[in-house]
């Protein structure tokens, strides 16, 4: 069967072929948009292929070509025309694509002017001096090509993407320090990591300074750097023990906005600022916002329009200044009005919390005051249930004695709320860890997956929607199971999904450690389309898990959340109203 994201890497795979065969450039644009179509789309792309193939085609994104592809990779398990470009090329060059720096065309060049088609012919022309006659091939170039092949050779290149919450923190470390240093007026972080993906391949650093020679002190004399890859007037290059580049434009306050909107991108983004500012007659690169009125004399300096703030040039554009995180291919419209999305400020309430009685660090006392220190009228103590034994999940006797404890601690440390609650596993056929009985005893249940996670995408569904619909549940907990760079978990069909949950009031989670950010972005948007509630919680296990509610808002930011869908920024009278709200006409066995 064809999942999300065998799509979106075999069409991926294809544009690259097609790059480095030659093809024209708008067949292979139309792959990429293909590949990135595939890995945001909710519904299952398989489901569909074998099911109501003509609905392929109402994806925007994906034409006759690809639907037929995702068609053709479903039933028969091959993309022929895959096979047919991997037939063509030399058995090598695919892995060339790997190597840091080296994109389709490099990897182009190297084979149409240096005959390279592997690794080791790679290493063999460098050594050699063979490229150094190579168009675009200078001697840095072919320095990083050098370091490229040492790296794959000795197995110490690491991963080539870094997620959020990895990459994050070591901006934020940087930016102190520039911050820090002699003539900073303004320093921020750009790029993927600023719109918010989940990973990121480097990072872009922006510094204002009246002092460029103190910004490059501290930027190049900074700790756990393992290499200068740069250090000019205006550019200087890191790459980090970690391993990931950081690269730091240095700029005058005058042209900040405008250095930062550009590095931000998204590329797609950029071309249409670019487009829109064509039509007015305007230029509009890293630099600022220019006038460029027709007839202007070859030379002249352009008259300059906005560059000090990204607000200014959005405006001059006669544009809403839209959020970074929704800077991306999807938004359709930068022209309307842009929504007013959740931010840290509005988080009341956290739902899914764990103490020493499973795997926590923090005992019940030191969560509830954590939660009163960040201002939240209701904290959620929900331990593992049973079938979680690795995480000491509680039995029924330990769960009603836990409780107990729950109830004298939210007397004892008053002004706030402390609800007893449970992460409830479901398990593979759908069914709950505990019975209804010991369920309604709860104030609040998170139902997680944990186990079975490469289920098929039938089986998923089905699973989740058991739990879902269970009238005992309010929040389905980081529904898909999947570890960013680890695991994919399960592929649940999300229309199905959102349906259920829309119907039956259950929030589904944003799981807010960088590790899992699930729902991830794409499944958000969906959800809000079928009108879901959106739960964002930090899986609370030490105080430090507290700090990654960043990464859940910035994740439910690219989904276009905005506060009244979510129920950790509703008033307390609101949010307890909907907990009873969900329990209200159940009736257990024990009622009959």
């Keep these: 069967m064809a999942t999300n994201q065998e799509c979106a890497l075999a069409f991926a795979a294809i544009a690259d072929l097609l790059e480095i065969t030659g093809a024209n450039a708008f067949k292979v644009n139309a792959y990429r948009k293909a590949a990135r179509v595939c890995e945001d789309e909710s519904s299952d792309l398989g489901k569909l292929a074998r099911e109501t193939p003509k609905q392929l085609r109402e994806i925007e994104g994906i034409g006759e070509s690809t639907a037929a592809k995702i068609v053709e990779l479903e039933t028969t398990g091959r993309v022929a025309e895959l096979e047919s470009l991997r037939a063509q090329i030399p058995a090598g060059l695919p892995l060339l694509l790997t190597l840091a720096g080296l994109g389709p065309k490099t990897v182009k060049l190297l084979w149409d002017e240096a005959k390279v088609t592997s690794l080791a012919e790679l290493k063999s022309a460098i050594d050699s001096g063979a490229l150094a006659s ?21 197995a110490a290149a690491g991963p080539t993407r870094y997620r959020l919450g990895e990459a994050i923190p070591l901006a934020q470390s940087i930016l102190k ?3 820090d240093a002699n003539g900073s007026i303004r320093v921020a972080f750009a790029g993927s990591a600023r719109r918010g993906r989940e990973t990121v391949g480097d990072l872009d650093l922006i510094v204002a300074t009246t002092d460029p020679t103190a910004a490059r002190a501290a930027f190049l004399n900074g700790p756990n750097i393992a290499k200068v890859l740069a250090q000019g007037d205006t550019k200087c290059a890191v790459q980090l023990a970690s391993g990931i580049q950081v690269d730091l434009r240095i700029v005058t306050e005058a042209v900040f906005g405008a250095t930062l909107l550009y590095f931000t991108g998204s590329k797609d983004h950029n071309i249409f600022l670019r487009e829109r500012a064509i039509e007015r007659e305007m230029r509009l690169n890293e630099y600022g ?5 027709r007839g202007w004399p070859e030379g002249k300096e352009l008259p300059l329009v906005a560059a000090t703030t990204e607000e200014s040039i959005y405006a001059a554009l006669d544009l809403p200044c839209w959020p970074p995180e929704l800077r991306e291919t999807y938004t359709s419209d930068f022209t309307q009005a842009v929504p007013r999305l959740i931010s840290l400020a509005d988080i009341r309430a956290e739902l899914h919390a764990h103490t020493t009685a499973s795997d926590g660090v923090m005992s019940i006392r030191e969560l509830a005051e954590l939660a009163k220190s960040r201002g939240f009228h209701t904290i959620a103590v929900t331990d593992h249930s049973k079938a979680s034994a690795q995480a000491n999940g509680l039995s029924v006797e330990r769960l009603l004695r836990h409780i107990e404890a729950i109830r004298e601690a939210e007397v004892q440390v008053g002004g706030i709320r402390i609800l007893a609650g449970s992460e409830v596993d479901i398990l593979a056929d759908g069914r709950l860890d505990y019975d209804d009985a010991t369920l309604a005893a709860l104030d609040i249940v998170v139902a997680s ?19 879902i619909r269970h009238p005992l549940v309010h929040i389905l907990g ?5 570890i960013i760079l680890g695991r994919e978990g399960l592929a649940p069909d999300m229309q199905a999904i959102c349906t259920a949950a829309a119907q039956c009031q259950t929030a589904l989670e944003i799981n ?24 964002i919680d930090c899986d609370i296990h030490s105080a430090e898990d507290a700090d990654n509610l960043q990464y859940g808002i910035t994740t439910a930011r690219r989904g276009g959340l905005i506060p009244d869908h979510c129920v950790n920024a509703w008033t307390a009278d609101a949010l307890h109203a909907w907990l009873g709200r969900k329990r209200s006409g159940v009736r257990l066995p024990r009622d009959t």
């Design 289 to 293: 916002l220019f006038r460029n009125p």
């Design 449 to 467: 997956p944990h186990t079975a996670l490469k289920q098929s995408p039938e089986a998923a569904t089905t699973r989740l929607l058991a739990a």
């Design 512 to 535: 807010c450690h960088w590790s899992r950010l699930d729902l991830r972005d794409s499944h958000v948007r969906a959800a809000l389309s079928f009108g879901c509630l959106i739960a």
């Design 478 to 482: 980081h529904p898909t199971g999947r």
């Design 177 to 179: 320090r520039l911050a």
């Design 134 to 154: 190579i168009p675009r091939m200078g001697g840095k170039t072919i320095a990083n090509l050098r370091e490229a092949v040492v790296a794959r050779e000795s």
